[in-house]
């Protein structure tokens, strides 16, 4: 891999981890409504999983989305804007945090009902099958959503119509507050690949070198084969929204796991690995934060949407 | 003009969708290798291929999210329900987002689904294989819900709800697919969100659809034979919700009765009542009356099956209680 596509990673998970650190406060402002799902700590598997992906293949996930947003090439002016609620967001104002999308980048979003983009994702898969088109379909969702029907529907319509799909489980360890282990019969999601005879690989997340790995190979996989699922063992250093008091763990295992920093360690493979320069990276972080800070004055300058994107014509609503 | 039943004028609606338009196909439990469990599908796996006519396995919410998929993805998907008591396994991608992905993501995504469900009670299959919850389908914005009671509605309005491009609930009777009607010949739709009137009278506004409508049409017959003139509106789609030809028939009657095979609470006849005080209060003459089900889980036993479900007498007597 050359060193422009290795720093342009870098730079991408240095902005999702700044849009991030920024919208917690813009939150807290009251600037940003409803639910705030933070993606810090997991920015290596969205930017390891994108790198990996052909333009024709499309990505979809769950609410926790405002990385894979970014990774998809949604400029953060956009993501900032549909944040605030501005009629400029990717989603002009209309899903908010939780649904943002970009179908013209082949993001067809950000769901927030757990398990609900699922069998979408087989339907999208099947449309390309249908139409010969080679693409895949990359379906992100967490830990939590493996335990609902949606997931074994679709998994076994996957296999029994051999749909392009790539399905990708984020395992950060807890859906909201509960374990996985105290929620889900194996604590490996990956097992559960094998109840429908389709194959699986589990990989750290926390090195964007080796999800990226993981992810082209997968995809070539199922671009000849079917479906694959792939767990990718990841970790939130923040609570599963802004709302959540964290009982369910120890400061301590959080500190522990932020050791693991995926920013960090990328980081510091690049210098070790004399890619790049502490200078050079340090460049790329202020650029990230700037391109955020723009992205903030953008979305708060930007014109509420009107009322006429929900009442094009009030009569006929009321019909 | 042929005469078709149901079954055959939804059959050919299909068809001819099908072969007027390659992105359109089916999918559902037992629509293809076995010809659909109403046999509305029968001979189309042969001639449009496992590809087009899809068996999938029993999972409904599989089977409405993947056609939700396909159809955002570019496809018609025609997706089946056998009965529309198993749409509520598939409710959360009837409601959540066949509705609302379009709006939801700011108009850039459509979702041009056709769900095809099987609505009715009276075939002594039991509390949770009978009801005839289709009111709840049209409770949510961004859904269209079609409910025809002829089978020349039937067929233009399913090639309709194709051609929309809107996520559309397509509801049929189950004790309708038999009953016969004039289906006009060649190519052809009919507006969704317009009411009809079937039957013209002077006398008294009769407002119903689907099986109901067939039902207030027979009684309709009778009433004539007493000197009173009913004028049948069918709704023909729930929502959006045609109140034309409901008003301008009731402003000439002055009196209504509306008949719905549903429960009533929270019904059909409570909106439609609702919007007549509402729009026409002054042209009341009598309390509107409402006819439907009893509120009770429907039993087995064939007697009491028929006596939880509105009949041709209930009608009748609403009538009477109107004049």
């Known amino acids: 891999m050359d060193k422009t596509e290795l720093l342009r990673m870098y730079r991408e998970m240095v902005v999702v981890r700044r849009l991030e650190e920024r919208s917690a406060e813009l939150y807290q402002q009251g600037k940003i409504g409803g639910f705030l799902h933070l993606y810090i700590g997991q920015e290596a598997v969205c930017t390891g999983l994108i790198a990996a992906r052909r333009p024709e293949d499309r990505v979809i996930t769950a609410y926790r989305d405002h990385g894979v947003a970014i990774s998809c090439g949604i400029p953060a002016r956009e993501v900032m804007a549909e944040l605030l609620g501005k009629v400029t967001g990717c989603s002009k104002g209309m899903g908010g945090s939780m649904h943002l999308a970009d179908v013209e980048r082949n993001f067809w979003g950000g769901h927030a009902i757990v398990g609900a983009h699922l069998p979408l994702a087989a339907g999208m898969a099947l449309a390309d099958q249908m139409q010969g088109q080679a693409a895949v379909t990359i379906c992100m969702f967490g830990d939590g959503a493996t335990n609902i029907g949606y997931f074994h529907e679709s998994l076994n319509l996957s296999m029994v119509w051999k749909l392009p799909v790539l399905w990708v489980c984020e395992n950060n360890m807890y859906g909201m507050g509960t374990a996985v282990e105290r929620a889900s019969a194996v604590g490996e999601i990956r097992q559960k690949a094998a109840g429908y005879g389709m194959p699986s690989e589990r990989v750290e997340g926390k090195d964007v070198l080796e999800v990226r790995r993981a992810a082209e190979q997968a995809l070539e996989r199922v671009r000849g084969q079917g479906p694959f699922l792939l767990e990718v063992a990841t970790y939130r250093f923040r609570g599963h929204s802004m709302g959540d008091p964290e009982r369910y763990r120890t400061s301590d295992e959080i500190k522990k796991w932020q050791e693991d920093d995926p920013i960090g360690i990328f980081r510091q493979h690049l210098i070790e690995g004399k890619t790049a320069k502490a200078a050079e990276l340090d460049a790329l972080d202020v650029s990230a934060a700037e391109e955020v800070e723009d992205a903030i004055r953008f979305a708060e300058e930007s014109p509420e949407p009107g009322p006429e994107l929900v009442f094009p014509d009030l009569q006929a609503q009321v019909r | ?323």
């Not at chain 2, 939700?68 to 009837?94: C, H, K, S, W, Y």
């Not at chain 2, 709006?103 to 075939?123: D, E, N």
Request: net charge negative; glycine share 10%.
């Open chain 2, 1 to 323: 003009m042929a005469m078709l039943t149901m079954r055959e004028a939804i059959s050919q609606a299909l068809w001819e969708e099908m072969e007027r338009d390659r992105r359109v196909f089916i999918m559902g439990e037992e629509v293809g290798v076995w010809g659909g469990t109403y046999a509305v599908t029968k001979g189309f796996y042969d001639h449009f291929g496992a590809e087009r006519v899809r068996d999938t396995p029993i999972a409904e919410g599989v089977i409405v999210g993947a056609a939700n998929g396909a159809a955002l993805a570019g496809l018609r998907p025609v997706a089946e329900l056998m009965t529309i008591n198993f749409a509520f396994l598939a409710m959360d991608q009837i409601v959540n987002h066949s509705a609302k992905l379009g709006p939801m993501f700011g108009g850039q995504m459509s979702v041009p689904i056709v769900i095809r469900a099987v609505s009715g009670g009276g075939r002594q299959l039991g509390a949770t294989h009978s009801q005839t919850p289709d009111v709840v389908f049209a409770h949510f914005p961004g859904l269209n819900v079609i409910a025809p009671g002829t089978p020349a509605d039937a067929k233009g309005l399913l090639k309709a709800a194709i051609r929309s491009g809107e996520p559309t609930m397509f509801i049929e009777h189950a004790t309708l697919y038999q009953a016969r009607g004039e289906v006009p010949e060649g190519d052809y739709t009919e507006p969704i969100g317009v009411s009809k009137i079937q039957r013209p009278g002077g006398d008294v506004t009769i407002i119903s659809y689907s099986k109901m409508l067939q039902v207030s049409l027979q009684a309709a017959d009778k009433l004539a034979k007493e000197g009173i003139e009913a004028e049948v509106v069918d709704l023909r789609t729930l929502r959006p919700l045609d109140m034309g030809p409901i008003l301008e028939s009731f402003r000439k009657t002055n009196r209504a009765v509306i008949a719905e095979e549903g429960w009533l609470s929270y019904g059909i006849g409570a909106e439609v009542s609702a919007r007549l005080y509402e729009q026409a209060f002054d042209h009341v003459d009598a309390p509107i009356r409402r006819v439907g089900q009893k509120e009770v889980a429907l039993p087995y036993n064939r007697r009491l099956e028929q006596m939880a479900m509105p009949q041709e007498a209930d009608v009748i007597a609403a009538v009477k209680a109107v004049m």
